[in-house]
């Protein structure tokens, strides 16, 4: 009977939620929350055990000296792995799916963030990347959401201040480190930045400013077990300033989704 996989598929859902009542939410200069303890222990372990080697990442120097591993990067390989790791597999299939993405506004309505997407639909990994031009016909906004397995070398590594691409709406950062494996006095966190010129607040094109251009509002510690969640707008600046390990095996590991409008 087809209806006799939904209390398991259902128990999935469940098992992977996100632990949104430990959400803090800051409003100035954008909307940024973090999640502490976001993941079961367990859950947690699993992931960070498995975790993507870095010969099957693809180098990004442009964008300021990370590691990525994605649907666009080394592309046959993220499905490989993806494939060959339940624990990723799962998560990958719970992150894309709608109960995900329909939460992550919800709880964010609930706290005064309201995208006004009065008519919208959730693209699964298997339907494909481009809107449909029905949609468009019916002005119904179709969202899916975006995986990224990202790293950046302790000695040096970072990523220019930034605000995003206009597709996107919500960007959630994973830690992936296990409890011991990261010194918080290398860096490593999320800065919230601003222009020193007030002329560059306006950037809704996602331009690259250098560190000398921005100075720091505040900076979110890079912790094991905890997300960050913040909302693209015209002023989302942030970045993660040059870090500081002393040695070049030290690796800030991070899981970056993004909900994002298909264009």
């Known amino acids: 009977m087809p209806g006799a996989c939904w209390p398991v598929i259902a128990r999935q859902i469940e098992d992977w939620m996100l632990r949104y009542d430990r959400l803090q939410l800051d409003y100035e200069p954008y909307p940024l929350g973090l999640i502490p303890n976001v993941l079961d222990e367990e859950t947690y372990g699993e992931l ?3 975790y993507p080697p870095l010969p099957l990442f693809k180098h990004m ?11 666009s990067n080394n592309r046959k390989l993220y499905y490989r792995y993806l494939a060959d790791t339940p624990a990723w597999g799962r998560f990958h299939d719970y992150i894309q799916s709608k109960e995900f993405i329909e939460q992550a506004l919800s709880v964010l309505k609930e706290n005064h963030i309201d995208f006004g997407l009065k008519r919208y639909r959730v693209l699964s990994r298997k339907r494909s990347k481009h809107s449909n031009p029905i949609s468009r016909l019916l002005r119904i ?5 975006r995986f990224e397995f990202s790293m950046m070398n302790g000695m040096g590594g970072h990523i220019r201040p930034h605000t995003d691409l206009p597709r996107k709406l919500i960007t959630f950062v994973f830690s992936m480190v296990a409890p ?20 560059y607040s306006f950037n809704r094109e ?5 560190f000398d251009d921005v100075e720091v509002v505040k900076e979110y510690p890079f912790n094991p077990n905890q997300a960050l969640i913040f909302v693209k707008t015209f002023n989302s600046w942030h970045a993660v300033m040059p870090m500081s390990a002393p040695r ?7 899981l970056t989704v993004n909900i994002e409008r298909k264009m």
């Open 141 to 145: 906004t179709e969202l899916g959401a």
């Open 206 to 210: 996602n331009r690259y400013l250098d």
């Open 48 to 50: 960070v055990t498995d």
């Open 180 to 199: 011991g494996e990261w010194d918080g006095r290398w860096g490593g966190g999320t800065a919230v930045v601003r222009p020193k010129n007030p002329r």
């Open 248 to 254: 070049g095996d030290a690796l800030r590991k991070t």
């Open 61 to 71: 120097p442009k964008l300021g000296n990370k590691y990525s591993l994605s649907s």
